[in-house]
């Protein structure tokens, strides 16, 4: 499965999210650490959704940028 992830950058940290799986998070001290940490993420809250019995979401979300002058 491919999921969507937003990364933001905060003042002293940076963190990531994946809309189509609410609750899951990530939060790291670089951006280069984000992937690795949302991935692990994405792993354990799937794991998580399959030993409660719940459906797994298909992933919808999708990412664009504009363009602003």
């Given at each position: 499965m491919r999921f969507a992830i937003v990364t933001e950058k905060g003042p002293r940290s940076c963190g990531a999210y994946i809309p189509d799986l609410p609750g899951c998070v990530a939060v790291a001290e670089s951006l280069a650490e984000v992937p690795k940490l949302i991935t692990?993420?994405?792993?354990?809250?799937?794991?998580?959704?399959?030993?409660?019995?719940?459906?797994?979401?298909?992933?919808?979300?999708?990412?664009?940028?504009?363009?602003?002058?």
């Open positions: 692990e993420a994405v792993v354990l809250h799937l794991e998580g959704l399959r030993e409660d019995g719940l459906p797994i979401p298909e992933p919808s979300s999708s990412c664009e940028y504009v363009d602003v002058a």
